[in-house]
């Protein structure tokens, strides 16, 4: 497709319940990150992938939390167990080049995932 | 580390009017890079203007510009001529080694006729 797609748009899950978001990058862009967008807050880095390697894993805010990027292409998101403060818009984004080259290619957003947790 | 701060959490500009966001920024890296993203309802991040730290002359994208103060650690952004499709929030952000963006909390900006 011409943009980054995330998957699915909206998600409603029980406190507990374990949910999985995808994200499809634009075909060929080789870093792929993923935000964490609280209401009313800027975007919070959670994770970042190079190809299939998984770089940057620090702003996972638990164990919980898990991504995935296995033939580097598509990533996946996984909450388990989810609680009410994972309630929050989950932002990927893909650009096509490495580390601070980054700037010359910008990054694409996808338009996120809604997750709500009641 | 690095922090942002947008200190304006709304603005209100009239139709063909400028109007300027705020931004403040603290890192200890050297070289660097600021960016300002605008997020409509849809909720995807566009991207509206970019600058290089080491760059004195402060960028320009049309009716988008900035004024980069880099010993006061500023980055505001100018909009001028605004027009209705500019109504969105607006993040300023911040990169540097590492690839990571670090977004401030926004400024929800509101063009009226």
């Known amino acids: 497709g011409a943009g980054v797609s995330q998957s699915p748009r909206y998600k409603v899950a029980k406190r507990g319940q374990d949910v999985a978001l995808r994200c499809d990058p634009i075909?060929?862009?080789?870093?792929l990150f993923w935000y964490q967008q609280a209401l009313g807050q800027g975007p919070e880095f959670l994770t970042y992938?190079?190809?299939?390697?998984?770089?940057?894993k620090s702003g996972l805010p638990s164990d919980r939390f898990f991504a995935e990027r296995p033939e580097g292409s598509v990533s996946t998101l996984k909450i388990q167990r989810t609680q009410q403060e994972d309630s929050a818009v989950y932002l990927c984004?893909?650009?096509?080049?490495?580390?601070?080259?980054?700037?010359?290619?910008?990054?694409?957003f996808g338009n996120g995932t809604r997750l709500t947790v009641t | 580390a690095q922090t942002v701060t947008q200190s304006q959490p709304e603005m209100s500009v009239q139709e063909a009017e400028t109007v300027t966001l705020s931004c403040t920024y603290d890192?200890?890296?050297?070289?660097?890079?600021l960016f300002w993203y605008k997020q409509p309802p849809s909720r995807q991040m566009i991207l509206v203007i970019r600058?290089?730290?080491?760059?004195?002359q402060n960028a320009t994208e049309n009716r988008f510009s900035v004024n980069f103060q880099k010993a006061a650690k500023s980055f505001s952004l100018k909009i001028s001529d605004s027009q209705l499709g500019d109504t969105a929030m607006y993040f300023c952000a911040i990169t540097g080694t590492a690839s990571k963006l670090t977004f401030g909390t926004g400024t929800r900006l509101q063009v009226t006729l």
């Open positions: 075909s060929g862009h080789v870093s």
């Open positions: 600058q290089e730290a080491y760059k004195q």
């Open positions: 890192t200890s890296e050297n070289n660097y890079y």
């Open positions: 984004a893909s650009s096509q080049t490495t580390g601070r080259s980054s700037y010359n290619s910008p990054l694409h």
């Open positions: 992938f190079q190809n299939e390697a998984q770089l940057d």
